[in-house]
């Protein structure tokens, strides 16, 4: 009988993911070209690849914009190597 019970509440919790909603938008693109004069702060974020999303590095722009580039891309390194990732 409980171990009835324990395979529903199982059951249900792998139907239900962990972190419901919340989703914040990531990068299904990344831009190979240097446009390091658009890069503001000194703090950057790091993607993983997860379909749609793609692996990125994120940093923040002027104005509250966000710019997805290549992490293989030259530029990309030589920015990040000198900012903090969050
Ligand atoms: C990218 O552009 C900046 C200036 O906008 C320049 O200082 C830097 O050397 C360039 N980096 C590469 C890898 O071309
Ligand atoms: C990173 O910091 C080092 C030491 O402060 C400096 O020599 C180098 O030019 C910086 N690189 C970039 C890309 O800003």
Redesign the pocket.
């Known amino acids: 009988m409980s171990v009835k019970i324990l395979s529903i509440t199982l059951l249900l919790l792998s139907i239900f993911p962990a972190h419901p909603g919340k989703r914040r938008p990531c990068c299904v693109d990344v831009t190979y070209m240097?446009k390091?004069?658009e890069v503001v702060g000194e703090t950057y974020r790091q993607q993983a690849a997860r379909p749609p999303c793609v692996k990125a590095i994120i940093f923040n722009t002027g104005n509250g914009g966000q710019l997805c580039a290549d992490p293989k891309?030259?530029?990309v390194k030589?920015l990040t190597a000198n900012m903090t990732k969050v």
């Open positions: 240097n390091s004069a891309a030259q530029w030589d």
